[in-house]
């Protein structure tokens, strides 16, 4: 698995390519709470290249979206290009209540 | 029973991935389709991931053994390990309405093998340790 972050002007874009599994997602985590401690709220997590997602990478989601939510004012953590087989895992688990999802990072951006 | 193909590996979390990897050659070799082959290495990934975490606690790490083979039109994957019995009626099924802030953690991993494979089937004996048995149907080709 491979995060890139990039600072953008309103958020931090992350782009995860590989996959999520339960000895990737640590890093996960530890890559969004990260920049959730050093101020950054407002984060559009890329898919496009993710080819899977485990209860792991979930929990690693939803972990950064219940700090922000948190925050006063509270940000977002927003998810774009998801592929199919990924935003089921969402939809099982009734993670797609919780977050945004975006086909395109313009209109993850624009969100924000 | 056909060709199974066994792997033993020490249940560490660096495991994982070669189990999932193991798993993905022989399903692939099945003929499995691309959604359920994705759904079967989720499954692999939970439940390895649960012996890692869970079945080895309070003692030496010990192995996992997996194994796939095909059965009557089905990929079916048997995990075991030889730590504590597992009882998966303990697992509380998540609330998947629950707002944000009541959003438990645990009990996702459990819930994605039952809702990806077809059938689940967990065993345990005091020697053979605990046996989770779960399948995949093949899809025919239309």
Known sequence: MEIRAEKLKRCEMVTVSGRIDSATAPELENTLLGLIQAGQKNIVVNMRDTDYISSAGLKAMLSALMKVRKMIPAGNVVISEIKPDLRENFDLVGFDRLFDFYDQDLQAVGSF | ?142
């Open chain 2, 1 to 142: 029973m056909g060709n199974a193909k066994t792997l033993k590996v020490k249940a560490l979390l660096e495991n994982v991935p070669v189990a999932i990897d193991f798993v993905t050659q022989s399903a692939k070799a099945s003929g499995l389709d691309d959604q359920s082959l994705y759904q079967v290495r989720v499954a692999v990934d939970e439940v390895c991931a649960n012996i890692v975490y869970h079945a080895y606690k309070g003692m030496e790490p010990g192995e996992m053994e997996i194994s796939c083979d095909l059965d009557d039109q089905a990929f079916v994957v048997r995990v075991r390990d030889w730590g504590n019995a597992f009882d998966p009626d303990t697992v509380v099924d998540p609330d998947l309405n629950a707002p944000l802030e009541d959003r438990a953690l645990g009990g996702l991993g459990l819930f994605l093998v039952r809702q990806f494979m077809d059938q689940v089937r967990f065993t345990f004996d005091p020697e053979l340790g605990n046996e989770l048995v779960m399948t995949k149907r093949l899809q025919v080709a239309g």
